[in-house]
């Protein structure tokens, strides 16, 4: 009973973690279990409106359309890569870890949890990847595989696939 007890806490402080957040009903549904339904009154209460409806972003080169946005993925990128190898937590958390640092570093950028959550994604499943520029040094976050217009964001050189 006391370990049920303990996991239903569990569920409800992660999820009013994501809440708090502004993560989307969608991926706190995934990551706590707990019903969209009371996801949704929580969010309400927490915030004082609903949170945002519709599909989740499927992939994180939309937000890379801009060199702006693209140096915010690739920072978000390099703090959850740091976190994920410093860090013994579920993925969750180390995406949350992760964000609160980001927004640390960077508190005017435009990124959201979902968009970050999104990029965690791309990042496990390979479809953005590492790589340093040869002539400055920088790392850059390319998608995978390598197209010819990729550029390092820093010295504006098209990179060299590896």
């Not at 809440?19 to 969608?26: K, Q």
Request: hydrophobic share 35%.
């Amino acid at each position: 009973m006391k370990s049920t007890l303990s996991q239903t806490l569990h569920k409800q402080s992660l999820a009013m973690e994501l809440i708090r957040r502004n993560a989307r009903i969608s991926i706190i549904e995934k990551a706590t279990g707990l019903s969209s339904r009371l996801l949704q009154a929580s969010y309400l209460e927490f915030h004082g409106f609903s949170a945002t409806s519709g599909r989740s972003k499927q992939s994180a080169r939309g937000l890379t359309r801009t060199m702006k946005r693209y140096k915010e993925t690739t920072l978000f990128a390099v703090c959850y890569r740091t976190t994920e190898y410093k860090i013994d937590e579920t993925e969750i958390q180390k995406a949350i870890i992760a964000f609160d640092a980001f927004k640390k570093i960077y508190p005017t950028s435009q990124l959201d949890f979902s968009g970050a959550w999104v990029i965690v994604q791309d990042l496990k499943e390979l479809k953005f990847v590492f790589s340093k520029c040869f002539q400055c040094q920088s790392t850059v976050l390319l998608h995978n595989p390598a197209s010819q217009s990729d550029r390092c964001f820093v010295c504006n050189i098209r990179l060299l696939k590896r």
